[in-house]
């Protein structure tokens, strides 16, 4: 670890204004950088310029507006590097068919690059395969601009706390080529107090990848355990804690329910097992990992026909869309492949969420509150741990529907509470009171 030192405020252009962009740029603003934000899409640009924000991150537009004079927007790339410092790259790297991330965006960045009369360090920000950064390397080689620095400095924000999570991180990491300019992107975080990782390319590029599969294990492997809990008479949540008290294991990542989404795990484990496999190496764990997670979205749909018998016909209740709470996230949401199944075996989905939209759930009807989700439902399923239903009076709308059965797919709700409120519950890997009522 080299000490980070602090330097005045400095210019950067962030390429993409989705969510890591927009955190990006905001919190280094925040952080007194004058910030340029580019972005192809220009009703999007037109949007921020009018001083509104195109997504949902809690915080962001109190950021935004509070450093509206070291925020800039635009959709034209020399505006966007002309006076730039550093170059941001924040673009999407969604999979591709055969699973490799689609690096289409990167590369359009790296080749729209003007020729300044001044030093540039480009910086990846998004996820990308390990040895992307060799490759751009060279494609700035072959356009004549070696001077152009070049650094990986992956990030690791959550979405619901990507702003805390930016400012406050556990740790800065920082990849380059050349030790002064791995020392210039770390000196652009001076302000914030964590350690800084200062490694080559590659394993920058790896620390993403192993960072995110390592979580991705673990919740797959507290659903697992959930499952056996349930086929044993254990409960899981008693389990994670008891196992999560074991310092060298940690509590973390340890909640049962039903499987990951969101727009990183699924397609960055894509591309690590793909990554793997392009270099002659077949990564077992991770391929059970992501199995374990497509078989743990698919459970809920047995448990609700324990409960109804055959769903045709039946109508179900999905409480809950986005991938989890405080973001309106549909990307590789449970929530899709639940709603998928169930309108295949013919039953008649509704689904309630306070901020997420089923534009993308053809045949899901989205109603505005939950007592209206519940209304005359054979059965519910909490996908989405928000905290509304936290405040939900059960009780009251269990009598409201056709049969009271509701399957906590995030072991959001008091079990005992639940059944005295008349409900046939199940929750993950929470046999013992769970299936009471089955
Ligand atoms: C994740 C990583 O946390 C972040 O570091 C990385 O940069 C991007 O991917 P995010 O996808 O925003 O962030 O959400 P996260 O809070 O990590 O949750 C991911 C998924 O795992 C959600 O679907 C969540 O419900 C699920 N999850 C998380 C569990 O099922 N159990 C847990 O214990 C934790």
Redesign the pocket.
Known sequence: MRPVVAEPGKRIAVFGAGYVGLVTGACFAELGHDVVVRDVDTAKIGVLQAGDVPIFEPGLDEVLDQNRERLRFTSDVAEAVEAAEFVYVAVGTPPTYSGDADLSAVWTVVDELPRLDHRIVVVMKSTVPVGTGDKVRHRLDGRGLADVGYASNP??????TALR?FMHPDRIVVGSFDDGDGDAVAALHSGIDAPVVHCDVASAEMIKLA??AA?MT??SF?NEIANVCEATGADVVSVAEGVGLDRRIGP??????I???????PK?SLALKQLAANSGYHFQLLNAVIEVNELQKRRVLAKLERHLGTLRGKTVALLGLA??PN?DDMRE??SLVLAGRLLSEGATVRAWDPVAHAHDLRGVMQVDSVEEALAGADAAVLVTEWPQLGEVDWAKIAGTMTTPVLIDG?NMLEPAAMLAAGFRYEAIGRAASGNAGG
Do not use: H, W, Y
Request: hydrophobic share 40%; proline share 3%.
């Open positions: 990030e690791f924000t959550a979405e619901g999570d960072a995110n979580l673990r919740i507290i973390k990542f340890l909640r049962a329910g499987g990951f989404g969101g727009s990183c795990f960055d991938f989890k973001t949401a449970p995030r």
